[in-house]
C-alpha cells in the first residue's frame, strides 16, 4: 500500500490541477445540481443552471466565500434539498428542465436521461437516507455502511451517482479531503500507481489517511 501511495502521489503531483475551496454553495440542491449538471458541460453553463435554480427559489447567498459560508449554512437561511425533490414530484423532469433549470441537457448524448431528471432522483436519494442539508454529509461519510448504502443508490442514478461525479457531489458538500481534479482524477492516476491496479483500488489508495491526495 505505501508503494502505491507514494506512486500516486508523484503522478499526482505532476499531472493533476488541485485549487485550494473559494466560493463554495450555501444549500444542498445546489450542489447537486452543479454534480449533475457538470457532465460533460463548460463550467460557465453549469453555473448558469445553480443560478437559475437559486432564482426560481429565492434562495439566500447562494454562493459565498468558503470562509463565510457558515453565515447560511447550518443556519435557518438554509434550503434543504427536500426543495429539489419536492419540485421535481410536483413538476416532472420535463417542466422542471424547461421552466427552471432552462437546460435540456442529458446525461449522455446517446441514451442519457434529462440532466434534471437525474438531479431528481438525485435528491430523492438523499431525502430518503436522511440527509437534507449540508451539515448532514458530514455524518454520512462518517459512518460507512450507511454512505455504502447511500453511494449505491447513488449509482444506480445514469450518469452522476458513481465514481469521480460522486465524489464531487461531496467535495462540492464540504468534504475537503476530495478534490474536483482536471482530467479523470483516481481513474486516470490508477494505471500509474502500478499494473493491474484499477479505478477503485486507486480510489481507495487516494482515500488512506497517509496519502498526499485525495
Known amino acids: 500500500m505505501i508503494g502505491e501511495i507514494d506512486r500516486l502521489a508523484a503522478a499526482a503531483a505532476t499531472e493533476l490541477t488541485l485549487r485550494s475551496r ?8 445546489l450542489c447537486v445540481v452543479e454534480a449533475v449538471f457538470s457532465i460533460n458541460a463548460r463550467y460557465g453553463g453549469v453555473v448558469r443552471v445553480c443560478r437559475a435554480h437559486a432564482d426560481h427559489f429565492s434562495l439566500i447567498d447562494p454562493l459565498l466565500p468558503a470562509a463565510t459560508a457558515d453565515e447560511v449554512i447550518g443556519t435557518g437561511r438554509e434550503v434543504p434539498v427536500d426543495t429539489l425533490a419536492d419540485v ?20 449522455s448524448p446517446r441514451g442519457g436521461i434529462l440532466k434534471a431528471e437525474a438531479a431528481i432522483r438525485c435528491a430523492q436519494v438523499l431525502v430518503g437516507v436522511g440527509v437534507h ?14 454512505l455504502v448504502d447511500t453511494e449505491r443508490r447513488l449509482a444506480e442514478v445514469p450518469g452522476p451517482g458513481a465514481g ?5 457531489l461531496w467535495m462540492l458538500a464540504g468534504d475537503d479531503h476530495r478534490v474536483k481534479a482536471v482530467g479523470g482524477g483516481p481513474r486516470d492516476m490508477a494505471p500509474r500507481v502500478g499494473p493491474g491496479v484499477t479505478d477503485s483500488r486507486a480510489r481507495v489508495t487516494c482515500a488512506n489517511p497517509n496519502c498526499l491526495w485525495k
Open 22 to 29: 473559494g466560493n463554495r454553495w450555501t444549500h444542498l440542491p
Open 164 to 168: 469521480a461525479r460522486l465524489s464531487y
Open 88 to 107: 421535481g414530484h410536483r413538476l416532472g423532469a420535463e417542466r422542471l428542465a424547461d421552466e427552471v433549470f432552462r437546460s435540456r441537457g442529458r446525461t
Open 133 to 146: 442539508r449540508i451539515g448532514d454529509v458530514a455524518g454520512l461519510l462518517a459512518d460507512p455502511g450507511r
